[in-house]
């Protein structure tokens, strides 16, 4: 199985602020990874897929990068509303792996 | 739009077989562009994808289940099924059914539905 670590697994951060989350894949998955964000009580919500492809409807704040094992999830400015829990997935091979999650909060 | 909603019992006892419907609207299961996943979260594993299926009834399981799960799809109903046998408490989770383009990844999901195992 292809394992996901995330980093950091919290960060503090204010409106305005630019944020960046790392996740990191056991071995190379080339571009076949998502990101998501979930609010308390709700399901995720996707944000990013095949790395750096923006979902539809999602507010272009919100950029993913990297190949290989090393991916960013990059929020430009943050918002209210994005104070959340963002996990990335690898959809290179089966099971499809999620990460532990990064915490994002005031 | 397309909409999933799981339903099925919030309480299983151990041993006991779990078992969940998600019923989709607004689209047809039988379209050749999707998989129908199932998904669940626990505070100590995080978000577990279980599995996903086709149309056509082929599925794909995640191996920690150790065979424990299968899942199903009714055309007719425009709904697809998770069961899962021998459970016990770490099988406790939210149970999520959601839709995937046949990428792996999940553009809509259902609200997600609580199953506890506890006797």
């Known amino acids: 199985d292809i394992q996901m670590t995330q980093s950091p697994s919290s960060l503090s951060a204010s409106v305005g602020d630019r944020v960046t989350i790392t996740c990191r894949a056991s071995?190379?998955?080339?571009?076949?990874l998502a990101w998501y964000q979930q609010k308390l009580g709700k399901a995720p919500k996707l944000l990013i897929y095949a790395a750096s492809h923006l979902q539809s409807g999602v507010p272009s704040r919100f950029s993913g990068s990297g190949s290989g094992t090393d991916f960013t999830l990059t929020i430009s400015s943050l918002q209210p509303e994005d104070f959340a829990t963002y996990y990335c997935?690898?959809?290179?091979?089966?099971?499809?792996?999620f990460g532990p999650g990064t915490k994002v909060d005031i | 739009q397309v909409q999933l909603q799981e339903s099925g019992p919030g309480m299983v006892k151990p041993s006991q077989t779990l078992s969940l419907t998600c019923t989709v609207s607004?689209?047809?299961?039988?379209?050749?562009?999707?998989?129908w996943s199932w998904i669940r979260q626990t505070p100590g594993k995080g978000l577990e994808w279980i599995g996903y299926i086709y149309h056509s009834g082929r599925a794909f399981y995640n191996p920690s289940l150790k065979s424990r799960g299968s899942i199903s799809v009714d055309t007719s109903k425009n709904q697809f099924s998770l069961n899962l046998t021998s459970v016990t408490a770490a099988d406790t989770a939210v149970y999520y059914c959601?839709?995937?383009?046949?990428?792996?990844?999940?553009?809509?999901w259902g609200q997600g539905t609580l199953v506890t195992v506890s006797s």
């Open positions: 959601a839709r995937d383009p046949r990428d792996g990844y999940n553009t809509d």
């Open positions: 607004g689209g047809s299961i039988s379209s050749t562009d999707y998989y």
């Open positions: 997935q690898q959809t290179n091979s089966f099971p499809f792996n």
């Open positions: 071995q190379d998955i080339s571009s076949w």
